[in-house]
T-cell receptor
Framework: DAGITQSPRHKVTETGTPVTLRCHQTENHRYMYWYRQDPGHGLRLIHYSYGVKDTDKGEVSDGYSVSRSKTEDFLLTLESATSSQTSVYFC????????????FGDGTRLSIL | GNSVTQMEGPVTLSEEAFLTINCTYTATGYPSLFWYVQYPGEGLQLLLKATKADDKGSNKGFEATYRKETTSFHLEKGSVQVSDSAVYFCALSFRGGGADGLTFGKGTHLIIQP
């Protein structure tokens, strides 16, 4: 299995609080991604990174920010959490070469009350 | 924009039945195509892939053929087992999962009964 660790695995918090999710990889892959998974929507891309300090928006980026200060870590921050951000969040990595697929972490279940 | 459409289910089959999960896509150009599987409480695992027209991906008895003329990538298995119960996602990418990320279908929940 690809070395991807997401933390925390579960979190419950209140509306308006800041939340940071962490994704750590040991594969030295260039590309890292954050997705959210919601019933009836599949997985949707929030943000991605193509290198240290290089990030870009995905399909559903409003309300989220990311940072990548080291190759191995990709942080997702909800500056002021809302109930609509209750979801399961997945990190993925890819070396981006040819047709190589993405590899996924085990997810973080986030509940915002 | 790009999109993937797949039957959502749940799809319920008996053990040893034949499985087909339909997947069609809309995209400008020729993407790479993937099937991922998600078991309860886990992340997504790559099941198989195809990178060009007429390619057949296969793994663990599952197969899917990249059909450019019908923009489809249907997943099939000849004889399903209870352990195949999971959610299956069809996805596409233009850079093989690189900078553009993956576009997913909504997922198909498969239930296999003994």
């Amino acid at each position: 299995d690809a070395g991807i660790t997401q933390s925390p695995r579960h979190k419950v918090t209140e509306t308006g609080t800041p939340v940071t999710l962490r994704c750590h990889q040991t594969e030295n892959h260039r590309y890292m991604y954050w997705y959210r998974q919601d019933p009836g929507h599949g997985l949707r891309l929030i943000h991605y990174s193509y290198g240290v300090k290089d990030t870009d928006k995905g399909e559903v980026s409003d309300g989220y920010s990311v940072s990548r200060s080291k190759t191995e870590d990709f942080l997702l921050t909800l500056e002021s959490a809302t109930s609509s951000q209750t979801s399961v969040y997945f990190c993925a990595i890819s070396d981006g070469t040819g047709s190589q697929p993405q590899h996924f972490g085990d997810g973080t279940r986030l509940s915002i009350l | 924009g790009n999109s993937v459409t797949q039957m959502e289910g749940p799809v319920t089959l008996s053990e040893e039945a034949f499985l087909t999960i339909n997947c069609t896509y809309t995209a400008t150009g020729y993407p790479s195509l993937f099937w991922y599987v998600q078991y309860p409480g886990e992340g997504l695992q790559l099941l198989l892939k195809a990178t060009k027209a007429d390619d057949k991906g296969s793994n663990k008895g599952f197969e899917a053929t990249y059909r450019k003329e019908t923009t489809s990538f249907h997943l099939e298995k000849g004889s399903v087992q209870v352990s195949d119960s999971a959610v299956y996602f069809c996805a596409l990418s233009f850079r093989g999962g690189g900078a553009d990320g993956l576009t997913f279908g909504k997922g198909t929940h498969l239930i296999i009964q003994p």
